[in-house]
């Protein structure tokens, strides 16, 4: 069974501090990893997919990190505005059916 | 990127009442739509897969009577909570994807059964 765990489960911040968010993963065979971020009481926002180990992908103050083990969320200076729900989830290369297993999310708080 | 509405934002409604969300994707066609619960704090749970034309596939532990979902276009999926109960109460998303690409979610659907 896929599993997906996120650290730490809450995160605060205070502006222009930079740090890491953690998306652990065992799946056999990865086809795709997602990121997303949601505010309080609204649908998830696609940030980014990563599909293979090295690769990287940037968004203004965010970047997206990928190994065969793990992922990270890299926020630099981060800002107020910055502050959501931020959730990863895979798609393993085994599924015909297209799900997405979740991790539970990373709270990040960003104090001005 | 993919833009997915729902409708109503949200609903109230009484013990014993049926309730229909709709999920539409606007500016693509997704012949397979997704449908999740989300408690408050807790990450999403997919409850089924919606496959246009055909019937969902829904997840273990999910009453499919209870839960009713219709695909009958490549735009337009509804999930329709029968007989809803104040446990039913939850926050509903549904999502459309681009099969092995990233899905696409809506603004959600706050149910309150009273």
């Known amino acids: 069974e896929d599993q997906v765990t996120q650290s730490p489960e809450a995160l605060r911040l205070q502006e222009g501090e930079s740090s890491s968010l953690n998306c652990s993963y065992t799946v056999s065979g990865l086809r795709g990893l997602f990121w997303y971020r949601q505010d309080p009481g609204k649908g998830p926002e696609f940030l980014f997919t990563l599909y293979s180990a090295g690769e990287e992908k940037e968004k203004e103050r965010l970047k997206a990190t990928l190994t065969k083990k793990e992922s990270f969320l890299h926020i630099t200076a981060p800002k107020p505005e910055d502050s959501a729900t931020y959730l990863c989830?895979?798609?393993?290369?085994?599924?015909?059916?297209?799900?997405?297993?979740f991790g539970a999310g990373t709270t990040v708080t960003v104090r001005a | 990127g993919a833009v997915v509405s729902q409708h109503p934002s949200r609903v109230i409604c009484k013990s014993g009442t049926s309730v229909k969300i709709e999920c539409r994707s606007l500016?693509?066609?997704?012949?397979?739509m997704f449908w999740y619960r989300q408690f408050p704090k807790q990450s999403l749970m997919l409850m089924a897969t919606?496959?246009?034309?055909?019937?969902?596939?829904?997840e273990q532990g999910v009453e499919k009577d209870k839960f009713l979902i219709n695909h009958a276009s490549l735009t337009l999926s509804t999930l329709t909570v029968t007989s809803a109960h104040p446990e039913d109460s939850s926050f509903y998303i549904c999502?459309?994807?681009?099969?092995?690409?990233?899905?696409?979610f809506g603004p959600g659907t706050r149910l309150t059964v009273l």
């Open positions: 919606s496959n246009e034309g055909s019937k969902a596939t829904y």
């Open positions: 989830a895979v798609l393993a290369t085994r599924s015909n059916d297209y799900k997405l297993s």
């Open positions: 500016d693509f066609q997704a012949t397979t």
């Open positions: 999502s459309a994807g681009g099969g092995y690409n990233e899905q696409f």
